[in-house]
């Protein structure tokens, strides 16, 4: 499979200008638009990097060529959903961490959630200074 991908589109990696050190960056996956759009606006404003995929099938080439710090990904997309996508990266970029958002977890298993690697799972509609606080643990702690 071919893992490049044309990212030219996405929020591309930031600085911080004062001190030089390179922000860590946060790979939105979710096939809503507006999804992606929200949580690129949050995370921006908390002065992390963004890319946006809108399925497990972009993410893999984007996280192939960026290597993203943290995945934030929805379970239910087309192509390759996020349990997919956490399966693929969990085995490809263990380092990397993921966490799963859904409106739907009554769906899954919490511990097969979590068997593929996942940091952390949370509901839809997302609690964003819950979203803030699970973000800087797990970074934290990497």
Do not use: C
Not at 22 to 40: F, G, H, P, S, W
Not at 41 to 48: A, H, I, N, V
Not at 100 to 114: D, G, M, R, T
Request: aromatic share 8%; glycine share 4%.
């Amino acid at each position: 499979m071919n893992l490049t991908a044309d990212v030219s589109y996405v929020t591309t990696k930031n600085f911080n200008k004062n001190d030089g050190l390179q922000m860590k960056t946060i790979l939105i996956v979710d096939d809503a638009l507006e999804v992606r759009e929200m949580l690129n606006d949050f995370l921006t404003m908390q002065k992390f990097g963004t890319l946006q995929a809108e399925n497990g099938v972009e993410a893999m080439k984007i996280v192939g060529k960026s290597h993203p710090d943290l995945a934030i990904v929805d379970i239910e997309m087309p192509q390759m959903n996020g349990l997919e996508f956490a399966r693929w990266a969990s085995n490809a970029f263990p380092e990397m961490p993921i966490i799963i958002i859904s409106a739907y977890l009554e769906k899954y298993s919490l511990e097969f959630i979590n068997n593929l690697g996942v940091k952390k799972v949370l509901r839809k509609p997302l609690d964003l200074r819950q979203l803030k606080e699970e973000i800087d643990a797990i970074i934290a702690n990497r």
